[in-house]
């Protein structure tokens, strides 16, 4: 292909067709139009504050209190929301790995578990909330039960399909080596079934982050993002609402561009077997 | 005369045994592989010569008759064999040298005793620098290399090669026969050798066993008395192939007529 005339190229135009400064830019203007739209459209402020007012709202949240607003308020409701997240994406990630390679490499477990997990896969996780706050009442320890529940079912999924698309030859290529059952899951299995454990993983953090928010909404009591938001509601304070939702975007998005993408990175893009890229 | 090391007799193989659409795959299988030998089994598309093979590997059982190894009845797979695939079937997650370990790591042998046994491995296969490599970064050729190698690395008393050479193409295949046969003779392990090509199975083999179509049975056993290195273009070789050539043709053409008939 003929190289563009070079009067036609501009790193305008390079980034108006897309490249890595393209979202940035995209943002950016996003929230211009909002100002904009809310300095001339005669919106009410109080229902919908413009992304200035709402930014200067979140730096004080993040900074040292004043008055009645405690010191670093939105770091302590990021901590909680973190914290109950990660304890819960950890255990879902352990029983649900185990079970999915289980049910992947035995034929009657899948043939027993299957219909009951797609039936709990089809209940949205808000609706299990009021049962788990009935049975656990309300507090941190509820929210990370929710956080389970929201995450456990696509890393179940894709473990057992990574195993059953394992193929037969690498299987036994390790068996002509001596391998035992046991080595065979070891050495063989779990590589082999990396490309569907990490696409698991990164889908189930995405459900962990919408269930930690949503949970903290029913059932945290002092602390948690999810918390904040609903809370805010009660004193009209639309600012912190929305510094909120930004927050809850902004941490959801690196969670699962950055930290995945460092982890496919370091795996599967190096061993030319990714199948996670168009999750 | 050296001992037997592979014995079949009266092998047969029925796909859903009982079923409508049962299968006689191998009817009637009579075969001596000594040790040391190189075997080529060669046959139509779909004549159970692979099956053979796998059985041999430990994969698949015989429905009727007796498969011996060094005088035992094969019961399963085990490192006394080193198999090689046409897929190559590499562990993509592990780096080359990992992967020739592989059967070292798994019958726990010591780290230096598996450095040492790696590269004089690479070395054989000639993939100095590559030993830190990921599979994905090989050409076609250098995978096959490395499967071979991890099949050799636990010196397994029978080596069970599958059209290894089927998916490369003409240069690099030859390449590898000739590898082939350096690795045969610096090893001396009996090898069973599944292809599709005569040109193949002459220029490696010591003997050339041809399956009939399906239901397969052993059609004609060819003995090529050629010294290494042959030549395809060696009068001797040319009337080989014209034999081997001229029986397995039947078989194909069978075959074609069988499914013409489905």
């Known amino acids: 292909m003929n190289a563009l005339p070079s009067q036609l190229y501009s790193p305008i135009m390079d980034m108006a067709r897309g490249n890595r400064w393209t979202p940035f830019v995209s943002i950016l203007c996003a929230g211009i139009l909002w100002e904009l739209v809310i300095l001339y459209g005669g919106v009410n402020t109080l229902l919908m504050p413009p992304p200035s007012a709402v930014l200067v709202r979140l730096f004080e949240m993040l900074g040292p209190g004043e008055g009645a607003v ?23 990630a352990m029983v649900s790995s185990a079970i999915g390679l289980v049910m992947g490499m035995n034929r009657t477990v899948y043939a027993w578990l299957n219909p009951i997990i797609s039936i709990f896969m089809v209940i949205p996780n808000i609706a299990v909330v009021p049962v788990l706050i009935l049975w ?48 065979i899951l070891t050495t063989v299995l779990l590589g082999a079934t990396m490309p569907y454990l ?82 | 005369m050296k001992s037997v090391k592979i014995s079949a007799s009266g092998i047969q193989k029925v796909y859903n045994p009982g079923d409508t659409n049962e299968v006689l795959a191998i009817e009637d299988l009579n075969l001596d592989v000594r040790e040391g030998e190189f075997v080529s089994l060669l046959g139509p598309s ?36 080193g198999i090689v695939f046409q897929e190559y079937v590499l562990f993509p997650w592990q780096r080359v040298s990992a992967n020739i370990a592989y059967g070292l790591k798994i ?87 599944v292809t599709h090509s005569v040109e193949e199975s002459i220029l490696l083999s010591d003997r050339v066993v041809l399956f009939t179509a399906r239901p397969a049975r052993i059609k004609e056993i060819f003995k ?36 013409r008939d489905l």
């Open chain 1, 70 to 92: 405690p010191d670093f308020l939105m770091i302590r409701h990021i901590a909680w929301t973190m914290f109950a997240l990660i304890v819960g994406f950890l255990a879902a």
């Open chain 1, 136 to 183: 656990l009442g309300l507090g941190m320890h509820t929210v990370i039960v929710v956080v389970i529940t929201g995450s456990c079912f696509p890393i179940i999924y894709t473990a057992a399909a990574g195993v059953q698309n394992v193929p037969t030859r690498m299987i036994w290529a390790a068996q002509t080596a001596g391998a035992t059952r046991w080595q």
């Open chain 1, 198 to 279: 990490i696409a698991g993983h990164k889908l189930a953090l995405g459900r962990a982050w919408r269930a930690v928010i949503a949970g903290e909404i029913f059932a945290a009591t002092k602390y948690g993002v999810g918390f904040m938001i609903y809370d805010a509601r009660t004193f009209l304070d639309t600012e912190a609402m929305f510094a909120g939702l930004i927050v809850v975007g902004l941490i959801g998005v690196s969670l699962e561009r950055i930290l995945f993408g460092f982890i496919e990175r370091r795996t599967v893009e190096k061993w030319g077997v990714t199948t996670s890229k168009n999750l």
């Open chain 2, 46 to 81: 779909g004549c159970g010569k692979s099956t053979f093979l796998f059985m041999v590997g430990g994969f698949e059982k015989p429905t009727a008759g007796s498969l011996m190894m060094s005088g035992e009845t094969i019961r399963g797979p085990g490192a006394d064999r």
């Open chain 2, 107 to 193: 019958a726990g042998v010591p780290k230096p005793e598996q450095e040492r046994r790696i590269a004089e491995l690479i070395a054989m296969i000639g993939l100095q620098g590559f030993e830190e490599a990921y599979p994905e970064s090989l050409s076609g050729g250098m995978k096959q290399r490395v499967a071979i190698a991890r099949a050799l690395a636990y010196d397994p008393d029978i080596l069970l090669m599958d059209e290894p050479f089927g998916a490369l193409d003409a240069q690099t295949r030859s390449r590898m026969i000739a590898d082939l046969i350096r690795i045969h003779q610096a090893t001396h392990k009996t090898t069973l050798f």
């Open chain 2, 224 to 259: 090529i008395d050629l010294p290494h290195p042959r030549s395809v273009t060696d009068s001797e070789f040319v009337h080989y192939e014209k034999a081997i050539l001229g029986s397995l043709d039947e078989e194909v053409s069978k075959t074609i007529a069988a499914n």
